[in-house]
């Protein structure tokens, strides 16, 4: 599965898909960045809270990719 990006402006976050298995739980692994695992332990995504504080300049292109219809 190709890497699916979400950024959500309402609340400052970024998430990312890295597999199409649901997550069964999760980890703080740093502040404000939570990974997700699947009932085996392997990574299916990640979550960074606050996200353009930690990004900034990076997520112009993402929030501008997401504004078109």
């Known amino acids: 599965m190709k890497p699916v990006v979400k950024y959500f402006d309402e609340t400052d976050t970024l998430s990312v898909d890295l ?3 649901p ?3 999760a980890e703080e692994i740093a502040e404000d960045v ?3 695992f699947d009932t085996d332990g392997k ?3 990640f979550t960074i809270e606050h ?3 930690l990004l900034g300049p ?4 993402k929030r ?3 504004a078109r219809p």
């Open 58 to 61: 990076a997520l112009a292109g």
């Open 23 to 25: 997550a069964a739980e």
């Open 19 to 21: 597999a199409s298995r």
């Open 34 to 36: 939570i990974v997700d």
């Open 51 to 53: 996200a353009s504080q």
């Open 43 to 45: 990574v299916v995504g």
């Open 64 to 66: 501008a990719a997401q």
